[in-house]
């Protein structure tokens, strides 16, 4: 996605995206093998952004991902769309799991067409990082609001699944506000 990591400091900032979309996406998994049946769907939608945002995060030219790669993400991401769109029968509170499977749908075609670095839509681009940037400050707020006054154990604060929940949808915010930049 970001082309290849010719310095440190851009391989090392790669691959903790990398890092950071995979554990959001098992904790994902996670919430969705625990949860009521009614939030399994969500869940299972931000299992798959993360571990699609993963994959493309990795910088190119890593040996075994091929020319087949970005087909592959692209109908996975575009999988994800409908899934999304599924989603949307429960209520436009899911509108979210929408525009970020259209994000990584776009992100996904841009790249399996070759144009990488400048070949997306600009109008498009700057659309989606207004709509990410207004979503990772909200989601940043709520996130500090919630975390006022936990519990104390062993000196170190109670997260209720509810914050890890949002920090977890922040986490995967920030990621794509770090990737909509290189297309």
Do not use: D, N
């Amino acid at each position: 996605m970001h082309g290849p990591a010719t310095s440190l400091p851009a391989s090392v900032a790669a691959w903790l995206l990398v890092l950071l979309c995979l554990v959001s996406g098992a904790y994902c998994v996670r919430r969705v093998r625990r949860s009521a049946r009614e939030a399994r769907g969500a869940a299972a939608g931000e299992a798959v952004m993360g571990f699609g945002m993963a994959v493309m995060a990795v910088p190119s030219g890593m040996p075994g991902i091929g020319p087949w790669g970005p087909g592959i993400l692209s109908a996975v991401c575009c999988g994800a769309v409908l899934h999304a769109v599924w989603l949307l029968r429960g209520g436009v509170h899911h509108a979210h799991h929408l525009v970020g499977s259209l994000a990584m749908a776009y992100m996904a075609l841009t790249m399996a067409a070759g144009h990488g670095h400048g070949g997306g839509p600009p109008l498009v681009t700057g659309a989606l990082l207004l709509y990410f940037a207004g979503y990772v400050l909200l989601g940043g707020a709520r996130l500090v609001t919630a975390g006022g006054g936990g519990a104390q154990l062993a000196g170190a604060p109670q997260v209720s699944p509810v914050e890890l929940t949002r920090a977890c949808r922040l986490a995967m915010g920030i990621g794509m506000l770090a990737m909509l930049p290189g297309l």
